[in-house]
């Protein structure tokens, strides 16, 4: 199997047994480090949002263990993903975007809500995610999704080309966020909806408090790019839900 990587604008094919394990794993840390060493709940422990250091500083049965906690059934608990993608209001046949896919923890999800007919575009920065991306991919037969390479400052989407857009843990890790939510609106469909999930600045899980945002920040930021914002009525105990439409 190959995957297209859309880095630099140029289309480069690249091989799923290209990138060696631990290139792999490696990567899947990348922006994410350094666990808390507060008490917390069990489930709560199990994704370590708060590490934002390089995972190349890892070992590998490290790194191992950090792809593994990503997708823990125990962290379903606390992320509801049923909710937050119920929130995003996808109908059969959309373009749903996963911004920051990651190992893909919410792609199963949004790959159902948008049926055979729709399609689901998997974004992340780092080649080796996406590459364990197109393994999961291909070994829980999600056919509608297409994992993509993109710059940090850019997702790199058609201009009223897609429907829906989560960010999921992911917003606080981009840098020039009015202008990169701009680009996001100017993909975006009449009708379209962002949804911004991220960590509370009280929760008890998370980035290190310097790197998280406040939800009336999000707000701004999205409607500073053209979106009218609001944060959602959720039952995530960790997190808030920001949603923006196009104005
Ligand atoms: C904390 S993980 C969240 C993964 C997934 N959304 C989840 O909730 O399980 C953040 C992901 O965002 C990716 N990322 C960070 N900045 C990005 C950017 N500017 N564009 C695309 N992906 C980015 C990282 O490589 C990482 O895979």
Redesign the pocket.
Known sequence: MSLIVNASRSAIRITLTAIPLFALVT??C???NKRSTRSEPAAVAQ?P?DEHTSGAERGLPELQTYAHR?DNPARDEW?RPEEVVALLECHVGMTAV??????G??LPFLSNAVGEDGRVLA????PG?IEWLSGRIETEGLSNVRPIV????D?ELGAGSVDRV?V???WH???GRVE?AKKLRASMRPGGLVLV?DFTLDSPEGPPPDHRLAMDRVVGELEAAGFEAEVLNESLPYQYVVAGRPR
């Open positions: 990567v899947l990348t922006g994410c994704m949002h990503l992320q996963d911004l920051g896919a990651g190992t923890y919410f974004l992340d920065l780092e995610t993109v710059p940090p400052d997702p989560l999921a843990n992911t890790h981009i840098s990169y999930v």
